[in-house]
Nanobody, 121 residues
Framework: QVQLVESGGGLVQAGGSLRLSCAAS????????MGWSRQAPGKERELVAT???????NYQDSVKGRFTISRDNAKNTVYLQMNSLKPEDTAVYLC???????????????WGKGALVTVSS
């Protein structure tokens, strides 16, 4: 099995910063893309940012210039540094990873359970 566990969520005032972490553990041979999605109350889940194992990043337009995704491949961990937070960033943030569990197996998607980020105005 593969587990993804997020940490670092919480309550912050508008304009503040938070850093989310997500550690992948279990039966892991290699990890391809890692990323973060979010889901606000009453809204659909949306992709926030992704990063490949080579460090190529991609961001949703609404977070460009404010959020930074990074990863530590040795620790199978992905981070999301969130600056200049806005009330509309309030959501459950879910970690994502494409994991290969053995040399011959395909990459499969795994999700964490989520971390709540609340931004007050």
């Amino acid at each position: 099995q593969v587990q993804l566990v997020e940490s670092g969520g919480g309550l912050v005032q508008a304009g503040g910063s938070l850093r989310l972490s997500c550690a992948a553990s279990g039966s892991i041979f290699s990890i391809n893309v890692m990323g973060w999605s979010r889901q606000a109350p009453g809204k659909e889940r949306e992709l926030v940012a992704t990063i490949t194992n080579g460090g190529y990043t991609n961001y949703q337009d609404s977070v460009k210039g404010r959020f930074t995704i990074s990863r530590d491949n040795a620790k199978n961990t992905v981070y999301l540094q969130m600056n200049s937070l806005k009330p509309e960033d309030t959501a459950v943030y879910l970690c994502y990873a494409e994991v290969k569990r053995s040399f011959s197996s395909p990459y499969m998607p795994y999700w964490g359970k989520g971390a709540l980020v609340t931004v007050s105005s």
